[in-house]
């Protein structure tokens, strides 16, 4: 159980901590973690995020930060407590979702300013959730094949799945073949992502993981039912610095990450769900078309 502080308490955290800034604004916000997160704004107009959760959870995502603290997209941690109950980081002006701008753009910037500041992870023999780890990459995907299935019911057919789980038993058999193994955001969404003036600014509330950097970026592109093209994919998929994969592999990734992405839109989504209908057909033939050797690239 987490208690909400006062702001004579989170000011006491700030001193304590050696921050000269006094907190005189807090607002608690909604969202999917299992702790207490606050926007908290100061007399010198500055606003941070200060969020309570249990430790591991803090430890995870200060791991991700500060791994990656050189790209101008993710926060920056002001302080973490000792035992890891609680951090507080820079809050990131903008919206999500909305006004985001043409994909191909604001992906490029997420590849330059994100993605290509990955580091190899070689710290443990596992793959997926840091949290929840799993012995190979294609029981994560399994995983997530299965739980897009429940929430597709009857909206794709029985071929759709087990086209998708052949495509999976094919490019995930051999965790050899994935490459590096990286760490990743591990929720890279439009939902996560802040824009201003549709210039992408911020990526937030990671969600660590260990995988292929190609996991995040198809993450990233299958997040929002506009431009799922494969124009805008190539255009940044071309900028991509590590873990490139071949482009007839992409494409079959892609539609693996597609069909999970429509399990989401069914349960959170549901007004995405006809366009993604409408790339689903697009990009299975694609990849029927590649099955057949019909040049397609």
């Excluded at 399994?142 to 789980?165: C, M, P, Q, T």
């Excluded at 509330?205 to 039912?225: K, Q």
Aim: net charge negative; aromatic share 12%; hydrophobic share 40%.
């Amino acid at each position: 159980m987490f208690i909400e502080p006062t702001i004579l308490e989170i000011n006491e955290l700030f001193h304590l901590h050696q921050i000269n800034d006094e907190i005189v604004g807090i607002q608690r916000l909604s969202g999917t973690t299992s702790g207490l997160v606050f926007r908290l704004e100061s007399n010198q107009a500055n606003k941070y995020i200060l969020k309570f959760d249990y430790p591991n959870q803090i430890e995870l995502v200060q791991k991700l930060l500060e791994a990656y603290k050189n790209s101008m997209l993710l926060p920056k941690i002001l302080f973490t407590a000792q035992d890891n109950t609680y951090f507080v980081y820079t809050f990131i002006e903008g919206t999500t979702h909305f006004n985001r701008g043409l994909k191909r753009i604001w992906l490029t910037s997420l590849v330059k300013d994100l993605f290509n500041k990955y580091s190899s992870y070689r710290d443990n023999d596992f793959w997926g959730r840091i949290e929840s780890p799993r012995k190979t990459w294609k029981e994560f995907n399994e995983i997530s094949i299965e739980e897009a299935r429940i929430n597709i019911g009857d909206i794709l057919s029985i071929d759709d799945y087990n086209f998708v789980k052949s495509k999976a038993n094919k490019l995930f058999d051999n965790d050899l073949e994935q490459g590096d193994k990286f760490l990743l955001h591990g929720d890279t969404g439009v939902h996560n992502f802040v824009y201003n003036q549709f210039t992408l600014i911020g990526v937030i509330d990671p969600s660590p993981m260990v995988g292929p950097i190609i996991y995040d970026f198809l993450y990233a592109f299958c997040s929002s039912p506009d431009d799922i093209n494969i124009e805008t994919l190539f255009s940044s998929y071309d900028l991509l610095e590590h873990g490139c994969i071949d482009k007839s592999r992409l494409i079959e990734e892609v539609l693996i990450h597609l069909y999970c992405r429509i399990g989401l839109s069914v349960k959170h989504h549901p007004n995405d769900l006809p366009e993604y209908l409408i790339a689903w057909e697009e990009w299975k033939q694609l990849c029927r078309q590649l099955e057949e050797g019909i040049g397609i690239i």
